[in-house]
């Protein structure tokens, strides 16, 4: 009660006509979740990373995020077993909307961490179910290892990412992203930065921010759930992830 109270004074205070009120809003949210022990101290340098391109493309999800998201939908469509990465970052941002979005293609969350402690993934994975997560992974289920990865993230569950054939991985490090891929997984990243090492190694990169482009990806899923296969395998022949980074690049530029 008091924490909602703090909640409210601090939306109070960001005036409705402050033109950046929805990234100051978003801080708070993770402000909050670092306060609940679910995103890590350095997830809040991550945050002001990835605001700083955000400011630099507009705020808003530009044309080859869109196609970037349409790829990704087809792809997660196309699988027979995807998964979503979880983080603190992700978890404290958008529970409710990765809820959904799992929700509409079936699939389970994993939670996924860079600086991993058994605490913060209990914390994660209960912040997540209490969001209307259905089917949480990587728990007390963590009993497989990505090969050639040294960082905590190679520990993942043999039923969620390790058996996985597509993972939507939300800011991510260059490192899992490349051995995900390794393994002969669909990789499809969210992150601001078109010129990180994630960006450029997965398969499909959505250059936008996470909170905006979770719902569409769960739009574009729902539009095209009523597609056959051959219509989705056109969408990723005519997708090109080098394009769109450049695309994206060129737009940060301006
Ligand atoms: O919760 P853990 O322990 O797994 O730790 C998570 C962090 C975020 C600390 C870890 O993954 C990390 O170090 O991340 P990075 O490498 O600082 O940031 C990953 C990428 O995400 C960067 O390229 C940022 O630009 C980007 N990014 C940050 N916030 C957002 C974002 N992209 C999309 N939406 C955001 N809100």
Redesign the pocket.
Same mark, same amino acid.
């Given at each position: 009660m008091k924490y909602l109270r703090f909640i409210c004074y601090i939306i109070n205070m960001i005036p409705e006509s402050h033109p950046r009120r929805k990234s100051l809003l978003?801080r708070e949210k993770l402000i909050e979740g670092y306060k609940k022990g679910l995103?890590?101290d350095?997830?809040l340098?991550?945050?002001g990373?990835?605001e700083a391109?955000d400011y630099l493309i507009g705020e808003r999800t530009r044309n080859p995020a869109r196609k970037a998201i349409r790829a990704a939908a087809a792809a997660l469509l196309l699988a027979t077993h995807p998964v979503i990465s979880v $983080?603190?970052?992700a978890a404290a941002?958008a529970a409710e909307d990765i809820g959904k979005l799992a929700e509409e293609l079936g699939c389970a969350v994993e939670v996924n961490?860079?600086?991993?402690t058994q605490g913060r993934v209990e914390r994660i994975g209960a912040h997540l179910k209490k969001s209307g997560v259905k089917q949480v992974l990587g728990v007390h289920d963590a009993d497989a290892r990505i090969p050639e990865l040294n960082s905590e993230r190679r520990k993942v569950s043999r039923k969620g990412i390790y058996g996985a054939d597509c993972v939507l991985i939300?800011?991510?490090?260059g490192d899992r992203c490349e051995a995900l891929v390794k393994m002969g997984k669909r990789t499809i990243a969210?992150?601001? $930065?078109p010129m990180?090492r994630?960006a450029r190694k997965a398969h499909i990169t959505i250059v936008?921010?996470?909170?905006r482009a979770i719902p569409l990806l769960t739009g574009e899923v729902r539009r095209l759930k009523e597609k056959d296969a051959a219509y989705l395998k056109a969408i990723l022949k005519r997708y090109r992830n080098k394009k769109v980074l450049e695309d994206m690049r060129k737009l940060v530029y301006l």
């Amino acid at each position: 009660m008091k924490y909602l109270r703090f909640i409210c004074y601090i939306i109070n205070m960001i005036p409705e006509s402050h033109p950046r009120r929805k990234s100051l809003l978003l801080r708070e949210k993770l402000i909050e979740g670092y306060k609940k022990g679910l995103v890590c101290d350095s997830g809040l340098i991550a945050q002001g990373r990835g605001e700083a391109f955000d400011y630099l493309i507009g705020e808003r999800t530009r044309n080859p995020a869109r196609k970037a998201i349409r790829a990704a939908a087809a792809a997660l469509l196309l699988a027979t077993h995807p998964v979503i990465s979880v $983080n603190g970052n992700a978890a404290a941002l958008a529970a409710e909307d990765i809820g959904k979005l799992a929700e509409e293609l079936g699939c389970a969350v994993e939670v996924n961490l860079f600086y991993r402690t058994q605490g913060r993934v209990e914390r994660i994975g209960a912040h997540l179910k209490k969001s209307g997560v259905k089917q949480v992974l990587g728990v007390h289920d963590a009993d497989a290892r990505i090969p050639e990865l040294n960082s905590e993230r190679r520990k993942v569950s043999r039923k969620g990412i390790y058996g996985a054939d597509c993972v939507l991985i939300p800011l991510e490090d260059g490192d899992r992203c490349e051995a995900l891929v390794k393994m002969g997984k669909r990789t499809i990243a969210i992150d601001l $930065n078109p010129m990180s090492r994630t960006a450029r190694k997965a398969h499909i990169t959505i250059v936008d921010e996470f909170t905006r482009a979770i719902p569409l990806l769960t739009g574009e899923v729902r539009r095209l759930k009523e597609k056959d296969a051959a219509y989705l395998k056109a969408i990723l022949k005519r997708y090109r992830n080098k394009k769109v980074l450049e695309d994206m690049r060129k737009l940060v530029y301006l």
